[in-house]
């Protein structure tokens, strides 16, 4: 092999390029690597709603040691504990030995609510031979790519005597599933010269349950009826009962390995269950000598509102109550404490690199696939409105961990200038005084009910998430 130029060696030291995972990794990590993505896998199919993401995480935690906290618990050093808000939210943390007032917590924060189709509180009817439900969607989507897919339902049905039914139809091979119709081409011409936003409007979101009559001429809404009683013989449920209830439609689609490679997962959900998941294992496998924490919390999709979101006052009050069970200074702990805020990125698509007459991506500065977690400084749109801007001396703190762990990593931000944006929890842990930083995993087609992203990148993640802790 000959020896390399001046300018080659000079290069070398000098320039910056992203590595692919799956070049750097020895053959081990790439195996480690798979078998993560089948857990990974696992997790997703149990968890396609905030609901069942919470009931999975608390599940792992108490198959590792971890046992519930509810407040005014006293805390020791060594406690693995868990705490779930509402059924919707789970924190998972460990106490460490480390001062909490001088190193204060390490904190993992994703979101396991995902885009959905919620039913409406009155949404039973029957039109033309069909009963169907009545939706009102739920976070950012392209609602023409609801249409046309299988649909199961999920949820949870709180009956008139106060008893919760938890409801889940299309997972199973032999269930029934669910249908949003869409009109045939030959009848579409009107539709598909309308803007992309009104190709299918959110009243059309509605989903077919069935279409048998209720034998009976003296009844009417027969097919109406019928469902309901076979809502009632499995359920318990009336149409009233619809008033306390919360359903959802998700894609019934399992998680699967694409490619004939196997390098990536589709599955629904990967926004955010593919940071979730990596952030729940690294707290539940470190051995950080310092208080860790991940939080698992819902609503991010619509904002971060209500008392399950990342704006409720319960997460913080959480992290004082830590505090203040080893008789620390709150705001001593919180200024010295840090969070990854775990949320995926944009990842850039050859596909629509330079589409629309416009500049999608800003390829340097767009996240690449399997070249690792990426890291977003800030988020926000266009002039960084809305953005947690987190500094450089954060940057570096984070930059140098990973490379003492090897972790495969990159930097992005959401798309083009004046064409990107988008918004994480890190702007309401920061303003608790926390230093916060978005990291994630690079996804393909964000927000559709099939989703895409590397194995690679999720394991890389992982390891990111692990490095960060200790």
């Given amino acids: 092999m000959s020896e390399l130029s001046e300018g080659q060696k000079l290069s070398k030291e000098l320039f910056y390029e992203k590595r692919n995972f799956f070049l750097t990794a020895s053959e081990k990590e790439i195996a480690q690597c798979f078998s993560f993505a089948e857990d990974y896998k696992s997790f997703l199919n149990k968890s396609k709603t905030e609901r069942e993401a919470c009931q999975t995480a608390v599940q792992i935690a108490k198959n590792n040691g971890f046992k519930e906290f509810r407040f005014g618990d006293k805390l020791k050093v060594g406690d693995k504990r868990f705490f779930v808000n509402r059924d919707k939210s789970v924190v998972v943390f460990k106490i460490g030995k480390n001062n909490l007032e ?60 106060g008893k919760r039914v938890y409801v889940s139809v299309g997972e199973d091979e032999n269930d029934p599933i669910f249908y949003i119709t869409d009109l045939l081409p030959h009848l579409g011409a009107k539709q598909m010269a309308l803007n992309g936003e009104n190709i299918i409007t959110g009243e059309q979101l509605n989903v077919i349950v069935g279409g048998m009559p209720f034998n009976d001429d003296k009844v009417l809404n027969k097919i109406k009826l019928n469902i309901l009683k076979i809502l009632n013989d499995k359920y318990g449920i009336c149409e009233e009962d619809f008033l306390s209830s919360e359903l959802s439609v998700v894609p019934a689609f399992k998680a699967k390995d694409i490619g004939l490679d196997r390098v990536f997962i589709g599955a629904y959900g990967h926004d955010d269950k593919s940071c979730a998941y990596p952030a729940l294992m690294a707290t539940i496998n470190s051995k950080s000598d310092d208080t860790i924490m991940a939080l698992l919390v819902d609503k991010e999709e619509v904002g971060s509102e209500g008392n399950t979101g990342m704006k409720s006052k319960v997460y913080e009050d959480l992290i004082d109550e830590i505090a203040i069970s080893f008789n620390c200074n709150i705001r001593k702990v919180r200024a010295n404490s840090r969070c990854l805020s775990a949320d995926v990125t944009s990842c850039y698509d050859p596909t629509f690199a330079n589409s629309f007459d416009a500049t999608i991506f800003e390829k340097s500065n767009s996240a690449i696939i399997s070249c690792g977690a990426c890291i977003n400084k800030f988020t926000g749109a266009r002039g960084k409105s809305g953005a947690n801007d987190a500094s450089c001396e954060l940057v570096g703190e984070i930059r140098k961990a990973f ?15 004046d064409i990107g944006g988008g918004g994480t929890i890190a702007k309401f842990v920061a303003s608790l ?16 009910p099939y989703e895409l992203i590397s194995k690679g990148d999720l394991y890389s993640t992982y390891k990111a998430f692990s490095a960060f802790l200790k």
């Fill in 102 to 161: 001088d190193k204060g917590i390490k904190i993992l924060g994703a979101h396991i609510d995902s885009p959905r189709i919620d039913l409406k509180q009155n949404p039973v009817y029957e039109q033309d031979g069909f009963c169907l439900f009545k939706t009102h969607y739920y976070g950012g989507i392209k609602k023409y790519q609801w249409t046309t897919i299988p649909l199961a339902l999920h949820g949870v049905v709180v009956l008139k005597d």
């Fill in 403 to 417: 490379l003492k762990d090897n972790v495969v990593w990159q930097t992005a931000e959401l798309g083009a200038v």
């Fill in 433 to 448: 005084n926390i230093d916060t930083i978005d990291i994630g995993v690079p996804v393909i087609s964000m927000h559709a």
